[in-house]
């Protein structure tokens, strides 16, 4: 394993691409002649619904305008710059938070499970589909995570519908964070228990949904580490605090904040001084700074035995693919050797990004993460900002009504170690350019 971060190993095009040479080029509608028409198209009988009519006419108006922003088609690795379309982009929609992607260590690791272990495990964990990769990887998340034991599933989704359906009970309660991921949203549905929400890092409205009267035999909290559209942190030692005065338990999802924070790269406990035995459950996908697929649960060694036979997700679904594994397993290894190096650059380059961005007028909200939202506040304005960027060479997807709250419409960009110097001036050139469209 190499002894330094690898800065830019992923980058597949050139990096002297210039904002200057802003091109005609639009997103490209993925949609081939299904939205050619000047008018949308009819929705068929088996879809007709309010929310399909609206996808359908939103589509069609994106599509119509060139703005279209979303499934762009990749030909190269991600990294800071990309190919897409054939064209050389520099990406800030990448979760690589740490420049883990195109690591040769973890695809080395990755290839050679593939040769040892084949391409899939022709099975469900509780079957035949568990290897030594998927015994080694938990190992090491338990450990990295200081907890007694763990266990994975093939995406984070997975991991969050597992730990609500496997663990909490129709007899008990939930209380969520309102800004928690859309998967603990559809599995606290899935599970068809009592669920209240607080608001967003509101400790006051948390304590008091706390003390009201409830039937309940157990009350969870759910939150995350660092929420995906703010950017912000939780408050977890405090959260600790109400939960151990109302007798409560914690889950806490830290897809984002994996790797970003802590001396060494371990999450928001470590970050806060927190003793993970104070957190029942760690739920996380490793997408993110783990750069494959899968996700995982961390959390006492009882609680992983009942849900290896409780657990849809483990019991029901294909087991993690052994080149994915391998990734993980091998990511660990090196955010343990490499993470606070790479972990000190990201923070260096969201930090002079975000304080620029800041300076040209733009409102990035109250991040304290690599995640940065350009806050627009109208959604036309968001997609013209988006597809402007886009011709110019840069890939910022926008997040839009469904997925936020209408007048929240923002750009969500994402920092990473792996992204120069350079590429941000260039980036800052970009927005700087466009600041007319939002005004």
Known sequence: MTSKPQELAAVAPREVLTVTEETNSAPQSPFGD??????????????????????????????????????????????????????????????????????????????????????????????????????????????????????????GYMANLAVINGIVQKSDRIIIDENVHRSLIDAIYMAQVECVKFRHNDLEHLRELLAEETTAKKTFIVIEGVYS???????????????????????????????????????????????????????SAMSKCVPSGGGFLACSEQTVTVLQHSATPFVFSCAMSPANTAACLAAFEVIEKEGPERLKKVFENANYLKKHLKRLGYNVGKTQSPIIPVIIGNKEKTLRLSARLYALGILANPVIFPAIPPGEDRLRLCVTAAQSKYMLDEIILAFGMCRSIVE
């Open 34 to 155: 299904q939205f050619s028409d000047v008018e949308a198209p009819e929705l068929e009988p088996m879809l007709k619904s309010s929310v399909a009519r609206r996808w359908i006419r939103d589509i069609h108006d994106m599509v119509g305008n060139d703005m279209y922003p979303f499934q762009q088609t990749m030909q190269s690795k991600s990294g800071p710059a990309v190919v897409s379309n054939s064209r050389d982009m520099f990406m800030l929609s990448s979760y690589d938070y740490l420049g883990l992607l195109g690591h040769p260590y973890i695809e080395n690791a990755s290839i050679n499970a593939i040769r040892n272990y084949g391409t899939g495990t022709g099975g469900a964990r509780m079957l035949a589909g568990t290897n030594q990769l998927h015994r080694a990887l938990e190992a090491k998340i338990a450990a990295f995570k200081r907890k007694p034991a763990a266990i994975t599933f093939s995406s």
């Open 229 to 283: 559209m703010e950017g912000d942190l939780c408050p977890l030692p405090e959260i600790v605090e109400l939960k151990k005065e109302f007798g409560a338990y914690l889950i806490l999802d830290e897809s984002h904040s994996l790797g970003l924070y802590g001396e060494n790269c371990r999450g928001v406990d470590e970050h806060f001084n927190v003793n993970p035995e104070d957190i029942d459950v760690f739920t």
